[in-house]
Nanobody, 121 residues
Framework: QVQLVESGGDLVQPGGSLRLSCAASGSIFSIGAMGWYRQAPGKQRELVAGITSAGNTNYADSVKGRFTISRDNAKNTMYLQMNSLKPEDTAVYYC???????????????WGQGTQVTVSS
C-alpha cells in the first residue's frame, strides 16, 4: 500500500505565499506523473499543476506565473509553491501520484487526504 500525505495548508492573506508538500511512502518502486488538484466548496475538483517523472510541468491558466510545482525524486516528495495568492485560490488541495510497487507492472493511482488553503483578509 502507498500513502500520500499533504502538508502546508493554512490561512493566508491575499497576496501572500504558501508552500505545500506531498510525501509518498509505503510500497514504492517507482513514481510516475504527479499532480496537485483542488476543490472549492460547490465546485468540481480541478487540476492545478502536474509534473512528470522527468520534470516536465503543466499548469492551469488560473495559476500560471504564480504557482510552481516541483518534486524531489530521492525523497518521493512533491511541492507546490504558491505566490500572489487570491481569495479564489481557497480550496482543499489534493496531491495525486501514479505509483508502481515492487514486483508489479501495474501503475496505480493514489490520492492524499487533502490540505485546506484559505486566502482571506
Amino acid at each position: 500500500q502507498v500513502q500520500l500525505v499533504e502538508s502546508g495548508g493554512d490561512l493566508v492573506q491575499p497576496g501572500g505565499s504558501l508552500r505545500l508538500s506531498c510525501a509518498a511512502s509505503g510500497s514504492i518502486f517507482s513514481i510516475g506523473a504527479m499532480g496537485w488538484y483542488r476543490q472549492a466548496p460547490g465546485k468540481q475538483r480541478e487540476l492545478v499543476a502536474g509534473i512528470t517523472s522527468a520534470g516536465n510541468t503543466n499548469y492551469a491558466d488560473s495559476v500560471k506565473g504564480r504557482f510552481t510545482i516541483s518534486r524531489d525524486n530521492a525523497k518521493n516528495t512533491m511541492y507546490l509553491q504558491m505566490n500572489s495568492l487570491k481569495p479564489e485560490d481557497t480550496a482543499v488541495y489534493y496531491c495525486n501520484a501514479a505509483v508502481r510497487s515492487p514486483g508489479s507492472r501495474v501503475w496505480h493511482d493514489y490520492w492524499g487526504q487533502g490540505t485546506q488553503v484559505t486566502v482571506s483578509s
